[in-house]
C-alpha cells in the first residue's frame, strides 16, 4: 500500500496540481491515481486529509468482528470522503474501480477556514451530505426484503448517477450485497426477479436500463 499523500501515482494537469473550484470550495492538492481494489485508507490511520473523487469509485467499509465486511457508503465523481470528526479514520476506503482522488490537509484547510467563513460553510455541508446519505442507508437496511433493498438501491442509483435512463453500476454483485446486508445469490436472484417483473433490463452486467421506475417505487413503499 502507498502513502496517500506522498507515494501515489499522480495524475495532474500542467501544473503537476488539480484545482478545485466547487460549491464555494477552492484548495489545491495533489491529485492520485489508485487501481482496482487499491486501499487509499484504513480505519484507525490518522485522519490528515479528507479527499474528494475526480474520476471513478471509492467504497468505504469496516469490518465486523465476525470477519464479515460491511459497506458504509459508495463515493462518485464529485463526492468528498474522510472528512472525520476526530483523530483517526473510522472506516477503510477503496478503489472500486480505477479511480484519482485529490487530497486535502486538514491542519492547512482549517487554518484557511479560521479566516475564509465559506471554508467552514464548505466544511459542513459535505459533512451533512455524508449525514443524509447514512440516513438514507439506513433506511435501506431496514427494508423488510431483498428485493425491497435492491429496489431502494437502484432508485437511489438513479437519482445520483443516471446517464440517460440508464444506471451504471461501477460496483460489484458482492460490493452490492455487502452495501444492502445481502449474499451474493440473493443480489444475482433479485435482479433477475426485477427484470421478470420487467421493472428494469440489462444492457450489459453493469448497465441497468430502469423500464418502469414508478414500479420500483411502489415495491419500496
Not at 426484503?145 to 435492491?150: C, D, G, T, V
Not at 426477479?193 to 414508478?214: C, H, M, W
Amino acid at each position: 500500500m502507498h502513502s496517500l499523500v506522498a507515494s501515489a501515482s499522480p495524475v495532474t494537469n500542467m501544473h503537476g496540481l488539480y484545482l478545485v473550484a466547487d460549491r464555494g470550495l477552492s484548495a489545491t492538492g495533489p491529485v492520485q491515481h489508485f487501481a482496482q481494489n487499491e486501499s487509499i485508507f484504513s480505519e484507525g490511520e490518522a485522519a490528515e486529509v479528507f479527499l474528494k473523487v475526480t474520476s471513478g469509485m471509492v467504497r468505504s467499509y469496516r469490518l465486523l468482528d465476525n470477519g464479515r465486511r460491511q459497506l458504509d457508503a459508495f463515493h462518485a465523481k464529485g463526492d468528498v470522503f474522510g472528512l472525520e470528526f476526530g483523530t483517526e479514520y473510522n472506516l477503510s476506503a477503496e478503489a472500486v474501480c480505477d479511480c484519482t482522488v485529490v487530497a486535502y490537509r486538514l491542519p492547512k484547510l482549517e487554518a484557511q477556514a479560521t479566516i475564509h467563513d465559506f471554508l467552514w460553510q464548505q466544511l459542513l455541508s459535505y459533512m451533512a451530505s455524508a449525514l443524509v446519505q447514512a440516513k438514507e442507508h439506513k433506511k435501506l437496511l431496514a427494508s423488510r426484503s431483498a428485493i425491497e433493498k435492491i429496489a431502494g438501491f437502484l432508485i437511489e442509483q438513479s437519482r445520483l448517477h443516471q446517464n440517460g435512463g440508464v444506471v451504471q453500476l461501477l460496483m460489484s454483485r458482492t460490493d452490492i450485497a455487502d452495501y444492502l446486508g445481502l449474499t451474493v445469490e440473493t443480489v444475482s436472484r433479485t435482479f433477475a426477479a426485477l427484470k421478470l417483473l420487467q421493472l428494469i433490463e440489462f444492457s450489459t452486467a453493469r448497465d441497468i436500463e430502469i423500464i418502469n421506475a414508478d414500479g420500483l417505487h411502489q415495491l419500496c413503499r
